[in-house]
């Protein structure tokens, strides 16, 4: 889908956002998650210039749920190998996670093709972008991301007292590598790129982001969030991490949540310099958060190539049959290489999610350049002929 971008309404409407900003209901989770959320004079949460975002208070406490399709999660696991290493490392909850810990690192080096000194795990990758964020606009400076983007690093690095530099995506949604690079100067401390994309899903070419980010390092760190890569089928990417041999300043961050089915466990890691690390290393003692059971389920999970292809090839299938019926139904879809499909509605995004949470589905709505968007994240097949039907009964 092409979608044409008006850069200088995209400016004026965030201006005006900001200075109409009051206070909401906080809805984010992570280093920040206690501060309250900011709304614009419609009352959406205020996520870009580009992006507002529709909410129900509750929603997460919303009674008799069918089909979750906001959160991006793994329908089919944490994979029956990694609870059965749960149940058998209860026993050993009394001790650090230790030697089980540094096993694990190294067979993630190993993985990646790089020495432990350059690994750092958290729970969860969102935990190291924060901690990013912290340590490197702590003293201010700025941030340049596209947008729309995932919003975690973003955030947290506004609070501490960075500027964000949004560069709005290419008429495909792929990131606008060009306009980013003319953006950086001086000032810049980061260049953050989310591939695949969320919340847009969709996914910016190997080769591009690969020149981009070994040209860019040269001047200012280069942070690939690639917690969706592994789902990307068909598509024309691959991973950052083999700029670390040439020395390049690029981190790269990878998650459990998605295709190992850990969202609740918490398991994340990423890849950089270690001379990169060395300073996040002053605020944080890496792993030492990290309980032995989410431990040993991650080491479960990451010998699970039975696990991890089912879920490719069922994320897939499931996709194609959403594809399908937005297409029967009228409704032009971005192309995605994750978990997730986004796609204009015709009606608005409040409507949408009372209409969607009456039926028990969750979704997430946006309303992007000012025009409803739906957010669904790719559940079951049996998940997703709900969301259809539901989603027929709102287009009759």
């Known amino acids: 889908m092409n979608q044409k971008i008006d850069r200088r309404n ?19 989770m992570g280093a920040f998650g206690s501060q309250p959320m900011s709304l614009d004079p419609e009352n959406r949460i205020f996520r870009s210039p580009m992006v507002r975002e529709h909410y129900l208070p509750g929603d997460f406490k919303a009674p008799k749920i069918v089909a979750r399709l906001s959160s991006n999660e793994n329908p089919y696991g944490p994979p029956a190998s990694a609870q059965k290493a749960v149940v058998d490392s209860v026993k050993f909850g009394n001790r650090y996670a230790g ?12 993985k990646e093709g790089v020495t432990a000194d350059h690994l750092m795990v ?7 972008l924060e901690k990013v964020a912290i340590v490197l606009f702590m003293n201010g400076g700025n941030i340049v991301s596209a947008d729309p983007c995932y ?29 980013m690079e003319a953006a950086v100067d001086k000032d810049t401390k980061l260049v953050y790129v989310c591939n ?20 860019v390092s040269e001047k200012v760190p280069v942070f690939v969030d690639e917690a969706y ?10 991973s950052m991490v083999s700029l670390l041999s ?19 466990l918490r398991f994340g890691y990423m890849v950089a310099l270690p001379s990169f690390l060395k300073d996040i290393n002053k605020i944080t003692r890496g792993g030492f958060s990290i309980c032995s059971t989410t431990v040993a389920a ?25 594809y399908e019926n937005l297409s029967k139904m009228g409704y032009k879809y971005i192309p995605s290489y994750t978990n997730f499909v986004l796609f204009p509605i015709s009606i608005q995004g409040k409507e949408l999610l009372s209409k969607m949470m009456a039926k028990g589905i969750s979704v997430r709505s946006f309303d992007i350049q000012n025009k409803p968007w739906c957010r669904v994240s790719i559940g079951t097949m049996d998940e997703m002929k709900t969301f259809v039907g539901a989603l027929e009964t709102m287009s009759a």
């Open 10 to 28: 995209l400016l004026k409407s965030g201006l005006m956002a900001i200075g109409g900003m009051t206070l909401a209901p906080h809805l984010s």
């Open 151 to 179: 919003m975690s690093m973003i955030r947290v690095a506004e609070s501490v007292g960075a500027k964000w530099k949004a560069i709005p995506c290419t008429t495909d949604w792929s990131h606008d590598l060009k306009a």
């Open 298 to 322: 991650a080491t479960a999970s990451m010998e699970d190539d039975g696990f991890q292809e089912m879920t490719r090839k069922q994320n897939h299938q499931a996709k194609l049959y959403l």
């Open 122 to 128: 958290a729970p969860g990758s969102s935990d190291l």
């Open 99 to 110: 030697r089980d810990m540094f096993e694990l690192i190294e067979k993630i080096a190993k």
């Open 229 to 238: 890569i592994e789902l990307a089928v068909g598509a024309d990417t691959q």
């Open 196 to 215: 695949p994309n969320n919340p847009t899903g969709a996914i910016t070419k190997g080769q591009d982001l690969l020149d981009f980010c070994s040209r």
């Open 246 to 264: 040439q020395k390049k300043n690029v981190i790269v961050a990878r998650t459990f949540s998605k295709i190992m089915g850990m969202a609740g």
